[in-house]
């Protein structure tokens, strides 16, 4: 069965510092694999997308993401993080043969001043 | 450009009553889709529609019902509403089909039953 999990549930960073958010998922075969963000009161934008070549791709807001086919990630990451990137990210994987995503239970990001 | 248009915003309701959730979309999009979102479980696929005319249960169909009025929208139905289900939904519509097209979101409404 399909699943995605995100382990971190809150995550606190300081403003600056590098920030890595997890997900893992089990699927038959090689998803389409996304992260999206959501604010407060807000539906969820899409930050980036996997599909297939390079395993790094880079997203909105300078947010990246790599997959390792052999740990089953699609971890997000970003540099230096700013005080706006507070908000709550999901991951999502979806079948090749069709758009019926997955989402993980969501990662809420706090940062620091 | 509107994308994913959801009313309304809030409801309350009463146990038993019943209430229509509208969307719409103004991409062209094929597919559509309904979800729901409670705290600590993420999004929830209620229903969704592969395209105009078809309409497929998801991970929690129970007590709800839809209609594809059109290409443009979808729409969800509680014909008597519960407390469980009190929470924020979604709708989303992407390309749809093969090609990984991702989904696009409204804001949601947030339900509250009495």
């Known amino acids: 069965a399909q699943s995605v999990t995100q382990p971190d549930i809150h995550i606190t960073v300081s403003e600056g510092a590098s920030l890595e958010l997890r997900c893992n998922y089990s699927y038959g075969a090689t998803p389409y694999l996304f992260w999206y963000v959501q604010s407060p009161g807000q539906g969820l934008q899409l930050l980036l997308k996997?599909?297939?070549?390079?395993?790094l791709v880079q997203g909105i807001k300078g947010f990246e993401a790599e997959f390792k086919r052999s740990q089953s990630s699609f971890n997000l990451r970003k540099p230096s993080v700013h005080w706006s990137d507070a908000a709550e990210y999901f991951c999502a994987v979806g079948p090749r043969d069709f758009n019926k995503f997955y989402f993980g239970s969501g990662t809420k990001l706090n940062v620091k001043p | 450009n509107a994308g994913v248009t959801q009313t309304p915003k809030f409801q309350v309701l009463k146990t038993g009553q019943s209430m229509t959730l509208q969307c719409a979309q103004d991409m062209n999009h094929n597919s559509m889709y309904w979800y729901r979102q409670d705290p600590g479980m993420g999004l929830r696929l209620i229903y969704y529609s592969a395209s105009e005319g078809t309409t497929d249960k998801g991970e929690v169909p129970n007590g709800y019902n839809v209609s594809r009025l059109n290409k443009r929208e979808f729409s969800l139905r509680l014909e008597s509403a519960a407390p469980s289900q009190t929470s924020v939904y979604f709708c989303a519509s992407s390309g749809g089909g093969a090609g990984g097209q991702p989904q696009h979101f409204g804001d949601g409404t947030r339900l509250s039953i009495l």
């Open positions: 996997y599909f297939s070549g390079d395993t």
